[in-house]
């Protein structure tokens, strides 16, 4: 049973938006801290951004700070990422992941994932 379905991914042009979204059908959405991973070919999957269910403190890796927002709606137990001023760099497969500590950049501390969602950015 997939417990994660990412949407909104595409192809856009540098400098362009997107708005990913995750849809959770975990038991207890609003206990999870909810995060978003990436993965460009023949590279590690990365940290992006995450959202705690503690207290709604939002993280983000160095590289998209001011450019992405992660936001959760736990009434519709949906979690969301806005991606503004798109660069080609940012051109991954991107995995919405769920997770019970409060924060956490490692996968591994992750409990549950999505398929994943390509985002394409040319130049």
């Known amino acids: 049973v997939q417990r994660l379905v990412e949407s909104g991914g595409g192809s856009v042009q540098a400098g362009g938006s997107l708005r990913l979204s995750c849809a959770s059908s975990?038991?207890?959405?609003?206990?999870?801290?909810m995060g978003w991973f990436r993965q460009a070919p023949g590279k590690e999957r990365e940290f992006v951004a995450a959202?705690?269910?503690?207290?709604?403190?939002?993280y983000y890796t160095d590289s998209v700070k001011g450019r992405f927002a992660i936001s959760r709606d736990d009434a519709k137990d949906t979690v969301y990422l806005e991606m503004n001023s798109l660069k080609p760099e940012d051109t991954a497969v991107y995995y919405c992941?769920?997770?019970?500590?409060?924060?956490?950049?490692?996968?591994?501390?992750?409990?549950?994932w999505g398929p994943g969602t390509q985002v394409t950015v040319s130049s």
């Open positions: 992941t769920a997770g019970l500590y409060s924060y956490s950049e490692q996968p591994h501390q992750y409990n549950y």
């Open positions: 959202i705690s269910w503690k207290d709604g403190t939002t």
């Open positions: 975990l038991h207890t959405f609003s206990s999870y801290t």
